[in-house]
């Protein structure tokens, strides 16, 4: 199946740091990008939704200020933590869709785990 | 979206068959079941997709009644390595409709 990476896996930053994690589709170009959060022992929740070339789409909830969403490119969609607080620790998983697959399968990355101190 | 519903958590000995249930009563006709995978500090993994009757692949089956109200995934034989969350969704997606996960059920294989 298609390949989505992200960056970094794991890190860790001071209260007050942004911090910017990259999702990339490694072998095939989609245009559509998601982006989930996991809290421990909790299910993924949906974040917002990145489109290529377009302003990405938050659910409620969800400050667009604070996670900035950036899908510059077909295989390329950033997410940056603005001003992150402890509150912001978690394990967020990106996920991309390759639109000329007719099965329309959804792939994930493998997640980066985001500890704000 | 169709509401999801499956057991919280399940325990399985290695070697034994597993099957967890998910209850979709408003599924509509358009709607695919699809089931996915998630170790711990992983993203999910897709492991089948049905609409009806039955699917089977290397790695589990699923069992679809002719109501579609609910599916049945089933893991044989299942080993130490198949601990994991496993997340029934009920949808058509497609385009810019991305996966929403319910609660998943928490499996655990004991030697």
């Known amino acids: 199946g298609a390949v989505v990476s992200q960056h970094p896996s794991r890190v860790i930053c001071k209260s007050g740091t942004s911090v910017k994690i990259e999702c990339r589709s490694l072998?095939?170009?989609?245009?559509?990008m998601f982006w989930y959060r996991q809290f421990p022992k909790q299910s993924l929740m949906l974040m917002a939704t990145?489109?290529?070339?377009?302003?990405?789409?938050?659910e409620q909830g969800v400050e667009k200020d604070k996670f900035l969403i950036n899908h510059a490119s077909l295989t390329l969609s950033t997410l940056t933590v603005t001003s992150a607080h402890p509150e912001d620790s978690s394990f967020y998983i990106c996920?991309?869709?390759?639109?000329?697959?007719?099965?329309?399968?959804?792939?994930f990355g493998p997640g980066t785990r985001l500890t704000v101190l | 979206l169709a509401k999801t519903t499956q057991p919280i958590s399940m325990d399985s000995y290695e070697g034994q068959e597993v099957n967890i249930t998910c209850s979709h009563n408003?599924?509509?006709?358009?709607?695919?079941i699809t089931w996915y995978q998630q170790f711990p500090s992983q993203g999910p993994r897709f492991i089948i997709q049905?609409?009806?009757t039955k699917v089977t692949n290397e790695v589990a089956s699923l069992f679809i009644p002719a109501d579609r109200k609910s599916s049945t995934l089933s893991l044989p034989r299942v080993s130490l390595s198949d601990t994991a969350v496993y997340y029934c969704?009920?949808?058509?997606?497609?385009?810019?409709?991305?996966?929403?996960f319910g609660k998943g059920t928490r499996l655990s294989v004991i030697a």
């Open positions: 072998d095939f170009q989609a245009t559509t």
């Open positions: 996920s991309a869709r390759d639109t000329s697959d007719p099965y329309n399968e959804q792939f």
């Open positions: 990145s489109n290529e070339g377009s302003k990405a789409t938050y």
């Open positions: 049905g609409y009806k």
């Open positions: 969704l009920v949808g058509f997606y497609s385009g810019n409709t991305p996966l929403v």
């Open positions: 408003n599924i509509a006709t358009n709607d695919y």
